[in-house]
């Protein structure tokens, strides 16, 4: 069956929207599940030490667990900590997901914002509007004692010993350290390029994606961090892009009507919005804003306007898009910004789901007694239609010739909504659509069908198929929802190598006739070969795949460009065998790779959307039995393992100037990640697999061929984590993604090289004894 999005989000939370709207009490609101005990550390000092280690500084440290800086160096010299960098305020803005998330298991709510150095409500904000990212954080809260620091007993002391002597042994030419600076991506991207040549004209227009390193939440409020700088605007340029979008709040950006309150520095993002347009613009660049909106508002607000409320879902309700006054500030605030920000490209919907929106965006419609009586297709219909009234009087106040273009997402849209809604829409909107939804696939046996997220799959899909040619008879342009860069199937990598099936899939586009392309959601932002390729399939409308891909590896890795092809044509085939469901997708560990750690007894956490994936095996297969995930796992390992090897044989020999062989070390580094990353998912579901079928075990022999099966694992993910903390030292876009920053850094991969230690050394004995 097809499991998209908008359900693994339901699935993954409690029905209400408390847990997507979150106040402050509820943020942090531990369930009675204790947080997990770290067994490899002497304690949880050293724990929250070794995790905050070059993250955070040391003053920031010594603070929340009430040491002397002094305290914490002490304890960090006696482990083996490297000696620690000063920590930016640039890195400190951009890397505070990655801060919560390591945290997770370690802090309660007060030293959590201590560390963070936040109030309580932009703490709130961030769980709610990073992303989902408290869905990514498993919806829960673990309960946490306080960390105070205190002297160490002589049990901990002995640990603290065990500790040293592995990093010694483990580590013998050094710590993991990065010799590239984290997010030194950043400052390369950012830097004036000499002569960059623009895409001009495309078969596809707009071609639009997020911005590789921009920060999600509250992005036109951070100018500080400049999600576009002009070197990098220029290169986005170069790749084939003419778009880029930003995440946007409507009350947040323009004056909320009801509570000024709500919309605080509304003005200050509002100009910094108008700078940004002007500033991409002379780089052939439109800005697109994402909208999801009215977003519901707490059940107190109602108490003062309850002509407004809406269907309620748990403690919010919506403002409900039928009423006059709800349509007068949906069209007013979209004015404001047109007429502020007159060379903004566009808008694009999404209706149903995300945020908890109008009546019907959750389907639960009939629940309000104005929008029950006109149905969801009306409902979303005339949504669209007040955006583009908003926009075209904002267009008209300011003057401008060609305003933005609308185009209305169908993501989320119920089967039979489609055939109803799109005929509805306003003529000068765009109807765009996920390309691959609803393809069939056949991985290992197994069928399904793909939801979104996919390179492993060519589209386009029936789906969408049928929703575009709805659109093209009823005077609509067409747009493609691509993942044109990477997709989660692995998102730790700034693009996936699997290039023919970028190729064919924009081959396919082209042949359907579609107008333009979103190149991808938060993920994919990357100036990388995949966005040349699609560029140079949407130039021509002879040029084949394969002509595709030679030129664009040509210009970027000279005379080894033919056998870069060869290596993307043998990563794709290999691709193509990545047991696809959404379920596997969100779910298993494809994000963490090696830096996930291994329980010696089950856990009881499920895994996260793209966040924690813990052992929850079973969450992580899918439909897929156990046997077949792993080995279609360890075939697309393999095959990338294969077609490197022989790309770096093939190579080897060639005089290629400088920046050539950079950026052929870099692709060679980057598929190697996603060989160990999938090689590492595979030995994890075996861990846990084996190490179930132990605790069940009464047969000594077999109970033998379990352990050493287990001790192989652990050796080899030992190794795993080890070489990618050497890729990542030297590279520092890899294990990075906009919407959730460094999903693990050096430490996390030492970490789990001394949690498979422990299970060796303290674990497996142990259970060995008791045959």
Same mark, same amino acid.
């Given at each position: 069956?097809?499991?998209?999005?908008?359900?693994?989000?339901?699935?993954?939370?409690?029905?209400?929207?408390?847990?997507?709207?979150?106040?402050?009490?509820?943020?942090?609101?531990?369930?009675?599940?204790?947080?997990?005990?770290?067994?490899?550390?002497?304690?949880?000092?050293?724990?929250?030490?070794?995790?905050?280690?070059?993250?955070?500084?040391?003053?920031?440290?010594?603070?929340?667990?009430?040491?002397?800086?002094?305290?914490?160096?002490?304890?960090?010299?006696?482990?083996?900590?490297?000696?620690?960098?000063?920590?930016?305020?640039?890195?400190?803005?951009?890397?505070?997901?990655?801060?919560?998330?390591?945290?997770?298991?370690?802090?309660?709510?007060?030293?959590?914002?201590?560390?963070?150095?936040?109030?309580?409500?932009?703490?709130?904000?961030?769980?709610?509007?990073?992303?989902?990212?408290?869905?990514?954080?498993?919806?829960?809260?673990?309960?946490?004692? !306080?960390?105070?620091?205190? +002297?160490?007993?002589? &049990?901990?002391?002995?640990?603290?010993? /065990? $500790?040293?002597? %592995?990093?010694?042994?483990?580590?013998?030419?050094?710590?993991?350290?990065?010799?590239?600076?984290?997010?030194?991506?950043?400052?390369?991207?950012?830097?004036?390029?000499?002569?960059?040549?623009?895409?001009?004209?495309?078969?596809?227009?707009?071609?639009?994606?997020?911005?590789?390193?921009?920060?999600?939440?509250?992005?036109?409020?951070?100018?500080?961090?400049?999600?576009? !700088?002009?070197?990098?605007? +220029?290169?986005?340029? &170069?790749?084939?892009?003419?778009?880029? /979008? $930003?995440?946007? %709040?409507?009350?947040?950006?323009?004056?909320?009507?009801?509570?000024?309150?709500?919309?605080?520095?509304?003005?200050?993002?509002?100009?910094?919005?108008?700078?940004?347009?002007?500033?991409?613009?002379?780089?052939?660049?439109?800005?697109?804003?994402?909208?999801?909106?009215?977003?519901?508002?707490?059940?107190?607000?109602?108490?003062?306007?309850?002509?407004?409320?809406?269907?309620?879902?748990?403690?919010? +309700?919506?403002?409900?898009?039928?009423?006059?006054?709800?349509?007068?500030?949906?069209?007013?605030?979209?004015?404001?910004?047109?007429?502020?920000?007159?060379?903004?490209?566009?808008?694009?919907?999404?209706?149903?789901?995300?945020?908890?929106?109008?009546?019907?965006?959750?389907?639960?419609?009939?629940?309000?007694?104005?929008?029950?009586?006109?149905?969801?297709?009306?409902?979303?219909?005339?949504?669209?239609?007040?955006?583009?009234?908003?926009?075209?009087?904002?267009?008209?106040?300011?003057?401008?010739?060609?305003?933005?273009?609308?185009?209305?997402?169908?993501?989320?849209?119920?089967?039979?909504?489609?055939?109803?809604?799109?005929?509805?829409?306003?003529?000068?909107?765009?109807?765009?659509?996920?390309?691959?939804?609803?393809?069939?696939?056949?991985?290992?046996?197994?069928?399904?069908?793909?939801?979104?997220?996919?390179?492993?799959?060519?589209?386009?899909?029936?789906?969408?198929?049928?929703?575009?040619?709805?659109?093209?008879?009823?005077?609509?342009?067409?747009?493609?929802?691509?993942?044109?860069?990477?997709?989660?199937?692995?998102?730790?990598?700034?693009?996936?190598?699997?290039?023919?099936?970028?190729?064919?899939?924009?081959?396919?586009?082209?042949?359907?006739?579609?107008?333009?392309?979103?190149?991808?959601?938060?993920?994919?932002?990357?100036?990388?070969?995949?966005?040349?390729?699609?560029?140079?399939?949407?130039?021509?409308?002879?040029?084949?795949?394969?002509?595709?891909?030679?030129?664009?590896?040509?210009?970027?890795?000279?005379?080894?460009?033919?056998?870069?092809?060869?290596?993307?044509?043998?990563?794709?085939?290999?691709?193509?065998?990545?047991?696809?469901?959404?379920?596997?997708?969100?779910?298993?560990?494809?994000?963490?790779?090696?830096?996930?750690?291994?329980?010696?007894?089950?856990?009881?956490?499920?895994?996260?959307?793209?966040?924690?994936?813990?052992?929850?095996?079973?969450?992580?297969?899918?439909?897929?039995?156990?046997?077949?995930?792993?080995?279609?796992?360890?075939?697309?390992?393999?095959?990338?393992?294969?077609?490197?090897?022989?790309?770096?044989?093939?190579?080897?020999?060639?005089?290629?100037?400088?920046?050539?062989?950079?950026?052929?070390?870099?692709?060679?580094?980057?598929?190697?990640?996603?060989?160990?990353?999938?090689?590492?998912?595979?030995?994890?579901?075996?861990?846990?697999?084996?190490?179930?079928?132990?605790?069940?075990?009464?047969?000594?022999?077999?109970?033998?061929?379990?352990?050493?099966?287990?001790?192989?694992?652990?050796?080899?993910?030992?190794?795993?984590?080890?070489?990618?903390?050497?890729?990542?030292?030297?590279?520092?876009?890899?294990?990075?993604?906009?919407?959730?920053?460094?999903?693990?850094?050096?430490?996390?991969?030492?970490?789990?090289?001394?949690?498979?230690?422990?299970?060796?050394?303290?674990?497996?004995?142990?259970?060995?004894?008791?045959?």
């Amino acid at each position: 069956m097809t499991f998209t999005r908008k359900e693994f989000l339901r699935t993954a939370t409690v029905a209400t929207a408390g847990l997507l709207t979150l106040p402050s009490a509820f943020a942090f609101r531990s369930i009675e599940k204790q947080a997990l005990a770290l067994s490899h550390f002497p304690d949880r000092v050293h724990a929250f030490l070794w995790r905050n280690w070059g993250l955070v500084s040391v003053d920031r440290l010594a603070a929340v667990t009430g040491a002397k800086p002094e305290d914490i160096y002490k304890l960090a010299a006696a482990i083996g900590l490297p000696e620690v960098k000063a920590v930016s305020p640039d890195q400190q803005q951009r890397s505070y997901l990655t801060v919560i998330r390591r945290n997770w298991h370690l802090l309660p709510r007060e030293q959590m914002l201590e560390l963070l150095g936040w109030t309580d409500e932009q703490l709130t904000f961030t769980l709610q509007e990073d992303d989902f990212f408290y869905i990514k954080l498993g919806s829960i809260k673990p309960e946490c004692e !306080p960390i105070r620091f205190s +002297a160490t007993s002589e &049990a901990v002391q002995k640990q603290v010993k /065990w $500790l040293s002597t %592995v990093i010694r042994e483990e580590f013998v030419t050094g710590f993991p350290q990065h010799d590239e600076p984290l997010f030194q991506f950043v400052k390369e991207l950012s830097k004036a390029q000499e002569k960059v040549e623009r895409q001009s004209s495309s078969g596809f227009s707009p071609r639009f994606g997020y911005a590789y390193f921009a920060l999600f939440g509250d992005p036109l409020l951070q100018s500080e961090i400049d999600p576009y !700088p002009d070197g990098y605007l +220029a290169q986005m340029s &170069a790749s084939g892009i003419d778009g880029t /979008w $930003l995440h946007i %709040v409507l009350s947040k950006l323009t004056p909320f009507p009801w509570d000024p309150s709500v919309s605080d520095h509304w003005e200050k993002r509002l100009e910094n919005l108008g700078k940004l347009v002007e500033k991409a613009g002379k780089h052939g660049i439109g800005i697109y804003l994402y909208l999801n909106e009215p977003r519901f508002m707490p059940l107190a607000f109602f108490q003062e306007h309850p002509e407004l409320k809406g269907v309620q879902i748990g403690e919010q +309700a919506a403002l409900c898009t039928s009423h006059p006054d709800v349509q007068k500030y949906l069209i007013d605030s979209m004015a404001m910004i047109t007429s502020r920000a007159p060379g903004l490209a566009g808008f694009f919907s999404i209706t149903a789901s995300e945020n908890h929106t109008h009546c019907w965006s959750h389907g639960k419609g009939a629940e309000c007694p104005r929008c029950s009586k006109r149905g969801p297709s009306a409902v979303i219909a005339e949504l669209n239609q007040l955006y583009l009234n908003g926009i075209s009087q904002g267009v008209a106040t300011a003057q401008v010739e060609k305003g933005p273009r609308l185009i209305a997402w169908d993501w989320g849209w119920k089967d039979g909504w489609a055939e109803e809604i799109i005929p509805a829409l306003p003529k000068s909107a765009a109807l765009m659509s996920v390309s691959e939804w609803d393809l069939e696939i056949n991985r290992g046996g197994v069928q399904n069908k793909v939801g979104e997220y996919s390179i492993s799959s060519v589209g386009p899909g029936p789906r969408a198929a049928r929703h575009w040619d709805i659109a093209r008879k009823n005077g609509l342009k067409t747009i493609a929802k691509i993942q044109a860069g990477c997709t989660w199937e692995i998102a730790a990598v700034p693009y996936i190598p699997a290039m023919e099936n970028v190729a064919r899939h924009a081959e396919n586009l082209r042949n359907a006739r579609v107008d333009g392309l979103m190149l991808g959601w938060t993920l994919g932002g990357y100036p990388s070969p995949n966005l040349e390729v699609v560029a140079e399939m949407g130039n021509s409308k002879t040029i084949t795949g394969r002509e595709a891909m030679q030129k664009v590896a040509s210009r970027r890795y000279g005379a080894a460009g033919d056998a870069v092809t060869k290596a993307w044509q043998q990563y794709s085939q290999g691709f193509s065998e990545f047991p696809y469901h959404i379920g596997v997708v969100y779910s298993a560990p494809l994000q963490a790779g090696p830096s996930n750690l291994l329980w010696a007894k089950p856990t009881g956490y499920k895994a996260s959307m793209v966040g924690l994936p813990y052992d929850d095996v079973n969450s992580w297969r899918a439909n897929y039995p156990v046997e077949i995930f792993i080995s279609q796992m360890q075939k697309v390992a393999r095959r990338f393992e294969q077609a490197q090897a022989e790309l770096r044989r093939e190579t080897a020999g060639l005089k290629l100037p400088a920046g050539f062989r950079k950026a052929l070390t870099d692709e060679c580094g980057v598929a190697e990640t996603i060989a160990i990353h999938y090689s590492s998912v595979a030995n994890q579901a075996s861990f846990v697999v084996a190490r179930d079928k132990l605790s069940l075990e009464k047969d000594k022999g077999k109970a033998m061929e379990l352990i050493a099966a287990i001790e192989r694992v652990l050796r080899d993910e030992i190794s795993l984590a080890k070489r990618m903390a050497q890729l990542q030292g030297g590279d520092s876009r890899l294990g990075f993604e906009a919407s959730n920053h460094y999903f693990y850094v050096c430490n996390d991969l030492a970490e789990k090289v001394i949690n498979c230690r422990d299970l060796l050394d303290h674990w497996l004995p142990e259970v060995r004894s008791m045959w």
